[in-house]
């Protein structure tokens, strides 16, 4: 039985990552600042995760087997963090994101070796606080946020941290979808409206709400450190997007729009967004086959 400290995870993947381990036997304390409160059996601690005092108060003496933070998008969060946390816990684990590669524009799958956050330069002196600057910056906030876990806020060569960077795919299911990406496809092809498209469409890489909390449980239980790519094998294209989605709703009618410049359906790339899992699958996990599973996504998203 381990003691798992969660950070945020009030909603999507975050709750079913909470739920496993709880199954798992083990003891959660969930981090939040009181929007909601975790499910039953786990502890609730309410601390502002960006002020470090009132963090560090609500930790009082509390250490942990794994921290997995699912809401650090900022250099300046993951500073706090990483001070606030060390010598607390034998591993941190930060959900990351594909956005970190938005400058690797490859035509074949991109491994974690493309974005060193070692080499990565932090500047904590920019607007993080402001939110619609870190929603313009989501990429960059998360590179340098793992820059911060790789070597510490001032770029130092300690490297004791012991961190994974977990570089999640683009998610989809689950009935509880917040980012809507989904099911504006199905609602386009149930009504026969258009989904736009780009004139070079770029396929991506995609993850199941459920195999992504599966992997996160699965990571917590590891040695290794660094950065990990979390993505299904196979990659898609919108217009395959878009015959799968149209498969699975009855009556519906795929049309397409093609655009030069945008503005584009989510999901649909002017750029690549493949990822290559190979890291993952040596060390040990099992991803499942996004053409397998996307049918009960799309069934997911109509109930």
């Not at 094998?233 to 519906?252: F, N, P, Q, T």
């Not at 729009?257 to 699958?281: I, K, Q, W």
């Amino acid at each position: 039985m381990r003691d798992v400290c969660v950070i945020g995870g009030n909603r999507y993947f975050g709750k079913r990552l909470i739920d496993r381990l709880l199954s798992a036997g083990d003891r959660v304390t969930v981090v939040n600042r009181g929007s909601a409160a975790p499910p039953a059996g786990a502890a609730h601690l309410v601390a502002d995760r960006d002020d470090e005092e009132s963090l560090e108060r609500a930790l009082g003496s509390r250490t942990f087997a794994v921290v997995v933070d699912q809401v650090c998008y900022t250099p300046v969060q993951a500073a706090i963090a990483r001070r606030v946390f060390a010598g607390r816990t034998g591993r941190y684990v930060m959900t990351s994101t594909v956005e970190v590669y938005e400058h690797e524009d490859s035509a074949g799958l991109v491994g974690e070796d493309a974005v060193d956050p070692r080499t990565v330069r932090v500047d904590l002196g920019l607007p993080w606080g402001d939110a619609e600057f870190r929603d313009a910056h989501y990429g960059e906030g998360k590179r340098q946020a793992e820059a911060v876990f790789a070597t510490g806020s001032a770029g130092s060569a300690d490297t004791a941290f012991p961190y994974v960077a977990v570089r999640v795919a683009h998610v989809l299911g689950g009935g509880d979808d917040f980012t809507g990406r989904l099911a504006h496809y199905v609602e386009r092809i149930r009504s026969g409206e258009p989904v736009v498209v780009p004139a070079v469409d770029r396929p991506a890489t995609y993850i199941h709400v459920d195999e992504i909390a599966e992997f996160l449980v699965w990571v917590a239980g590891q040695g290794f450190t660094g950065p990990v790519n979390a993505a299904s094998h196979g990659v898609l294209g919108a217009e395959e997007l878009c015959a799968v989605v149209g498969a699975g709703v009855s009556g519906g009618e795929v049309v397409l729009r093609v655009s030069e410049s945008g503005p584009f359906s989510p999901l649909s790339f002017s750029r690549a967004y493949g990822m290559d899992n190979a890291r993952a699958t040596r060390l040990g996990f099992t991803f499942g086959e996004v053409r397998t599973w996307l049918p009960h996504a799309v069934t997911e998203t109509l109930h």
